[in-house]
Structures are given as structure tokens and as C-alpha cells.
């Protein structure tokens, strides 16, 4: 997953960063409430660990701001308090769950494997009257089935999972090709197209990846 880390207090970020990095999950950091507002809305994020007690922007307004924007993002709170009215008051602002203060990193790894299971994308989604089957990388419409590459499979993916909100280039050039963010390529866009071919009823006026005119794509349709 991509974890950001939200905590003041540098030697708890700093060994916070170590433990779930070395988990295997890609870890950023943010000091205050603005400057985790900021990493939020500029790039994907699987879950935030998030600090109740921050300088600037607390970790309640935070949450809200985060649930507003991005309903899916999974919020863990941090938080040294430990009263039933805080923990209450945390869950009413749409944290996701609540961990207090001191807390052993095994309980912190679990939690995170649970996020991690609950955030995985299904194998197979109904779309209108086709079927992608993400498991075995192919699109099923009637009797027809198509094969996908593993990077086609991998942009779905990652547009289901953020469904809420577009994609730009740069995510999905460090996602799923795992090259910079600023590479200028057309590689994207080619990719998307040979994808929409292969899954578009009609892919000059798609309906399941959209164009976002000036940031990226977007997941475009409901599924079940």
C-alpha cells in the first residue's frame, strides 16, 4: 500500500516510517495538518496514518477535509488520548479507526494487513453487460474474451480503487510503470487506448476509462 504518515513528534514519524516501510509499504510523511492536506490532494494514497494533536490544522479537521474529498481513503487515527468521548468524537469525523497511544507494532502491522485485505480490488467487477475478470486479466463480453496485458489490468485497478476522484499521468507512470511522475511520454495515453479497444463498446466516447481534460482519467462507471 501507499501509506502517508501524519505525526509532529519527529521521532515517532521517523520510527514509524521505519517499521511500515520495512512491512513493505510505500511510506510518505507529513509534520502538520497542511502539509498532509497538500500530499493528499496532490497524489494516491492507500491510507493515512493520522496524529489527533497537530499544529496548524488538528487531526479532526483533517479528517473531515480528507473524508469530504476522498470518502475511500482509509484514516487510522493516532492518538495519545484515550477517552471514550475522543474516540467517539475521531469516529463521528470519519476516521476509519482509532489506535491509542502507546501502541506495539505488531497491533499497528495487523491493523494495516486488515486494511490492506480490505482494500484489495475484487477479481472479477460487472460492467453494463460485460464482465473484467482483473484475476486472470480479461474482459468477457457475451461469448467473447479478451486477453489483457498486466499494466492494462494494473490502471484498472488503480481507478477502481480511487474511483472517487482522476488519476493524472503521473500517478499511473509511477504506479504502474514504475518510472518518474514527470517522464515525458506518450506511454500512458497509448496504453489507455489500446486498453479501451479491447474493453469499449464505443472507444471514440469511452464510458469505463474517461478522460479528465487536464489531469488524467477516471473510473466511469458504477459496478456490482
Not at 479501451?196 to 458504477?222: D, F, H, M
Request: hydrophobic share 40%; aromatic share 4%.
Amino acid at each position: 500500500m501507499r501509506i502517508l504518515i501524519v505525526e509532529d513528534e519527529r521521532s515517532l514519524r521517523d520510527g514509524l516510517q521505519d517499521l511500515v516501510s520495512t512491512a513493505g509499504h510505500e511510506v510518505e510523511t507529513a509534520e502538520d495538518g497542511e502539509v498532509a492536506l497538500s500530499k493528499i490532494s496532490g497524489s494516491a494514497f492507500d491510507a493515512v496514518l493520522l496524529d489527533l494533536m497537530l499544529p496548524k490544522i488538528d487531526g479532526l479537521e483533517v479528517c473531515r477535509r480528507v473524508k469530504e474529498r476522498h470518502p475511500s481513503l482509509y484514516v487510522l487515527m493516532l492518538t495519545a488520548r484515550g477517552s471514550e468521548d475522543d474516540k467517539v468524537t475521531g469516529l463521528k469525523t470519519g476516521a476509519d479507526d482509532y489506535i491509542t497511544k502507546p501502541f506495539g507494532s505488531r497491533e499497528l502491522l495487523a491493523r494495516l494487513e486488515s486494511v490492506e485485505r480490505r482494500l484489495a480490488p475484487p477479481e472479477w467487477l460487472s460492467v453494463g453487460d460485460a464482465v473484467l475478470d482483473l484475476g486472470r486479466c480479461q474482459f468477457r463480453r457475451g461469448d467473447e474474451i479478451c486477453d489483457l496485458t498486466a499494466r492494462e489490468s494494473a490502471i484498472l485497478k488503480m481507478l477502481y480503487h480511487h474511483r472517487e476522484r482522476a488519476i493524472s499521468r503521473a500517478e499511473l507512470l509511477e504506479h504502474v510503470w514504475d518510472a518518474p511522475g514527470n517522464l515525458e511520454t506518450r506511454t500512458v495515453d497509448m496504453t489507455i487506448s489500446n486498453l479501451r479497444q479491447k474493453i469499449e463498446t464505443n472507444p471514440s466516447t469511452p464510458n469505463i476509462v474517461v478522460t479528465v481534460k487536464g489531469v488524467g482519467y477516471a473510473w466511469g462507471l458504477k459496478t456490482s
